[in-house]
């Protein structure tokens, strides 16, 4: 059954929710001038990886990837999924925890952290499970509700730009060495590697895909641009949220709300757990490739417990920020290694097909 829609949907509906919150402040920290060669060169290297990545997947149209890696041998199975296993784990606890943190910090500051550590799971971990088919689902109702709203704001918010901050356009490559640079990559590696989950599930088009990962270049370059040409380099890069900061900024008379930023922040927030939601059940099916005695749902609730239980252990701030540094390593793996993995077997096994029926 082709979904192009609804997988085209959860990509950018999950890329959004990754985009407006740390990416600015990542890429901002990164370099003091040129801000665009360093958004380029992710944009860049995430098309590339997306597009290695649904080419090796178009050998294998009615497998996911964790069939691919176990055509292949259980040995190579637990070499690939482990590690991905390991990445989705941390990408759930440091997503839960960091949100948690804003959302407490921008308009719900009495109250516990717990508690919203606590919905955000609750919400997501339903999700789940349900299945992949509720998922898409509720991608489609959240970008009925919000994804007018998310552009609504996001063309306003250039209401206090100068653009004379944008100069000088210089840049150069020394960014790549330093450690925001490198945690930046959280807005690509995130939202991508759903499309070889799907497919025994769902078909969908390579090249709406592709369709969809352009269209969010103009995002990734203004969710950066659009504080430093409001507030400047030098002040933008003193915030901790620059984006958000920027919304805040806005003033409109007309409507009748005295901020925006608070339906833009709950906006972010329901496509997170959109992405939060994804990320559970992609690490349940690979738990269930190894533990299958265990029923799903079981291994679902167990999990989110888990979760919550290391969510609470993280202290502070600081804490949030050593295990994004921690996770780059698992990052760049899957940016990196499963991509040309999947087209290297789907490669080899065009060419023994071909000489099987030779």
Known sequence: MDKSLHVVLIYVLS??????????????????????LAILLGVIIHFVVISVYMKGLSFFPNRN??????????????????????????????????????????????????????????????????????I????????????????FIFFVSFQNVDWRYAIPIDGNFQFIKKRDYLESFFA?????????????????????????????????????????????????STFFLPFVVAVDAININWLMFDRVTMFF????????????????????????????SIKPVYMLISLSVIIFLFCLSVPDWKDVEKLFWWNTILRFYVLIAIPISIYLIGIHSKRKNQHENI
């Open 15 to 36: 890329h959004l929710g990754l985009i407006f919150f740390m990416y600015p402040e990542n890429i901002i920290a990164s370099t003091s001038e040129g801000h665009w």
């Open 136 to 151: 898409f689902r509720t991608g489609i109702l959240l970008a009925i509700l919000f994804l007018p709203l998310i552009l």
């Open 188 to 236: 690509f590696s995130g939202g991508y590697l759903f499309l070889g989950f799907v497919q025994p599930f769902f078909s969908y088009n390579r090249k709406n895909v592709l369709i969809a990962a352009a269209v969010l270049i103009p995002f990734f370059f203004f969710s950066v641009y659009i504080p430093i040409l409001t507030f400047g380099q030098a002040t933008a």
């Open 265 to 292: 922040i709950i906006s972010l927030i329901a496509f997170v757990m959109l992405f939060l939601s994804l990320v559970s059940w992609k690490t349940i099916r690979i738990i269930e490739q190894f533990i299958p």
């Open 65 to 134: 990837i964790i069939g691919i890696y176990s055509s292949v041998g259980k040995g190579t199975a637990l070499f690939f999924l482990i590690p991905v296993l390991l990445y989705f784990l941390m990408v759930i606890i440091i997503t839960v925890r960091a949100y948690s943190e804003i959302i407490t910090i921008v308009f719900l500051s009495n109250t516990p952290l717990w508690a919203i550590m606590a919905l955000l799971l609750f919400i997501s971990t339903y999700i789940a499970s349900c299945g992949l088919e509720t």
